[in-house]
Structures are given as structure tokens and as C-alpha cells.
């Protein structure tokens, strides 16, 4: 099966989860174990989620220095840089797994709902608000009156870069899943099963 191994480490990452929001961590993350990383790495999954400083890859699935690599960008657009680095990891530390993550009250993903609501434009958020507009647009329109359209832009976001890494040829035979992580439970949940 193409995606044995990436499919066995997903399962390993929830299960680090469940040990997470059990507050039973195998990993203490120490000294001892950034200086036993150190010679070298050998990742088995990347995980593609936001800047926000509530999110903490490794906390939450309970990763180990030099089992998880991280890109981040805000409300995890996947511009140049970011697919460049997913691409780094398939193709010269042969990760096979990439977790597009994303994360409830996301600040991103706010402002481009704001943006789009209001037609206004703030230069200082224009390039993010811009790549957010699609999925901030289509959540306020298909949100019913009074409902909080955040949380379907969320969703919506994590789907579209699933799909847009899932159709890049320089990502052939790896395989992208989405996920949710709720700031309040600490829970991670894929997107297709939420």
C-alpha cells in the first residue's frame, strides 16, 4: 500500500495527542534529549500549521527532538516558502506525511472574514487577507444568519491546502491529511472526521 508507512505514522501522532490531552507526555523534551538529537534527524511527518503561539506542534502530538518537522505560516497559507519546505522534507529527509493544522479563534482567518465583510483592504495584512479571501468568502455566505462563519473558513482553509499540496507533482506518494486542533481541549481532529 503506497501510504502504509505515512497512514502508521499519522496514527502514532493521534496517539501522542491522546497522551497530550491526558496530561500523560512520553517526552520531556530536556537537554539530554536535544543533545541525543543532535548528530542527526530522522522525521517521520511535517506538520504545515499557523504562527499562533497557542499551537505548539511537538506539545501537542507529543514529538520528541528530531521526530517532527514544523512550517508555519499565518492561518497556514502554503506560499513559496512554506511549499518549499514541504517539498525539502519529501524529497531530502524522505518524510512521506504532512498534517495541514489547523486551529480554532485563528487570528488569520479572522481578519480576512473582517476584510471580506467590510471590502476593506489593510496593507499590512493585504497578502494574507488576499490568500484567505476565497475561504473567508465562500464560509460567509454559506454560514447562516447569526452563526459564527469562523470555524467553516477554518475548515475551509485546511481543505483547500490539503488539496492544493495533494495535486503538486513534486509531492507525489505523499500523503496530505487535515486536522483541527481545538485550543481548549487540546484535541487534534481530522477534518473528514469532524
Known amino acids: 500500500m503506497e501510504h502504509h508507512e505515512a497512514a502508521k505514522t499519522l496514527v502514532e501522532l493521534l496517539e501522542g495527542n491522546g497522551r497530550f490531552v491526558a496530561g500523560e507526555p512520553r517526552y520531556k523534551r530536556d537537554i ?3 543533545r541525543e538529537a543532535a548528530p542527526g534527524q530522522t522525521p517521520s511527518a511535517v506538520v504545515f500549521t499557523c504562527i499562533d503561539s497557542r499551537v505548539t506542534a511537538e506539545s501537542v502530538f507529543d514529538r520528541d527532538f528530531g521526530q517532527l518537522l514544523v512550517v508555519r505560516t499565518a492561518g ?3 506560499d513559496r516558502a512554506a511549499v518549499g519546505s514541504l517539498e525539502f522534507s519529501a524529497a531530502e529527509l524522505g518524510v ?3 498534517v495541514v493544522l489547523g ?3 485563528c487570528g488569520a482567518i479572522d481578519a480576512a472574514l473582517n ?3 467590510d471590502d476593506t483592504h489593510d496593507p499590512r495584512t493585504g497578502y494574507l487577507v488576499e490568500q484567505l479571501w476565497q475561504p473567508a468568502s465562500q464560509a460567509l455566505s454559506e454560514t447562516p444568519e ?5 470555524s467553516h473558513a477554518l475548515r475551509l ?3 483547500r491546502t490539503v488539496a ?3 495535486r503538486r507533482e513534486s509531492l507525489e506518494g505523499v500523503l496530505v491529511v487535515g486536522a483541527v486542533y481545538d485550543l481548549d481541549t487540546g484535541r487534534v481532529t481530522l477534518v473528514d472526521e469532524d
Open 32 to 34: 539530554t534529549a536535544a
Open 76 to 78: 497556514h497559507v502554503p
Open 96 to 98: 512521506s506525511l504532512v
Open 103 to 105: 486551529h480554532e479563534r
Open 115 to 117: 476584510a471580506v465583510a
Open 146 to 150: 447569526g452563526e459564527d462563519p469562523a
Open 157 to 159: 482553509q485546511v481543505r
Open 164 to 166: 492544493d499540496l495533494s
